[in-house]
């Protein structure tokens, strides 16, 4: 049974940098592409990054780029989001997604959650100002 677990989320100042990870078990993690996408109370979940499961390709929303980095090491069997300069709209409960497909999607595909097939907790960064 398939298992993401995030970490790394805590509270911080603005411009300051955190890293997320996203640890997977009970599959074979080099085949999954993985997304982190991000909620607030009373909005949709948010999409912020994805790398496909050869590392090959990655996409950020806008309102990210730059900012954010999305990587992963398959030894590990791990997903990294590393958040540098962050603001206060940052402020969400993260959360980790899998999709199994091994084929590359058009882009806006992974914007969506219902492109994902196994979901984390989730983990609370907070951005003071």
Not at 66 to 73: K, N, P, Q
Request: proline fraction near 2%; glycine fraction near 8%; charged fraction near 20%.
């Amino acid at each position: 049974q398939i298992q993401l677990v995030e970490s790394g989320g805590r509270l911080v100042q603005a411009g300051e940098s955190l890293r997320l990870s996203c640890a997977v078990s009970g599959y074979t993690f080099s085949s999954l592409t993985m997304g982190w996408f991000r909620q607030v109370p009373g909005k949709n979940r948010e999409f912020v990054a994805v790398i496909t499961w050869n590392g090959g390709t990655t996409y950020y929303t806008d309102s990210v780029k730059g900012r954010f980095t999305i990587s992963r090491d398959n030894a590990k069997n791990t997903v990294y989001l590393q958040m540098n300069s962050l603001k206060p709209e940052d402020t969400a409960v993260y959360v980790c997604a899998a999709d199994r497909l091994t084929q590359l999607k058009p882009t806006e595909s992974y914007y969506y959650t219902s492109e994902y097939d196994y979901w984390g907790q989730g983990t609370q960064v907070t951005v003071s100002s």
